[in-house]
């Protein structure tokens, strides 16, 4: 059984910032990549980050330069570190992670929402 805590959303203006965190736990051996995702009402899940164990990271072009995912190996813990959000950031946010034994989870999603 794995489980995926999600936290650090919520409302903020536009220009403002969040950080996003989400711990893994249970059974899990080893975690290729982690990874957030992000989901507007009428759209479809969309990449918004991730990240390999080693450290590389991939960006959705709409959010190159503003946002910044890290982890924490150790504690099994992504984190999303978002600036200068605007109202298009708006959405669920959901945590994801890929294990070497190709299994994947979700998490439960935290909604962000940014006022204008």
């Known amino acids: 059984q794995v489980g995926l805590v999600e936290s650090g959303g919520g409302l903020v203006q536009a220009g403002g910032s969040l950080r996003l965190s989400c711990a893994a736990s249970?059974?899990?051996?080893?975690?290729?990549?982690m990874g957030w995702y992000r989901q507007a009402p009428g759209t479809q899940r969309e990449l918004v980050a991730d990240?390999?164990?080693?450290?590389?990271?991939n960006y959705a072009d709409s959010v190159k330069g503003r946002f910044t995912i890290s982890r924490d190996n150790a504690k099994n813990t992504v984190f999303l570190q978002m600036n200068s959000l605007n109202p298009e950031d708006t959405a669920v946010y959901y945590c994801n992670i890929y294990l070497y034994s190709g299994s994947h989870y979700w998490g439960q999603g935290t909604q962000v929402t940014v006022s204008s």
């Open positions: 249970g059974s899990i051996f080893s975690i290729n990549v």
């Open positions: 990240i390999t164990r080693s450290g590389k990271t």
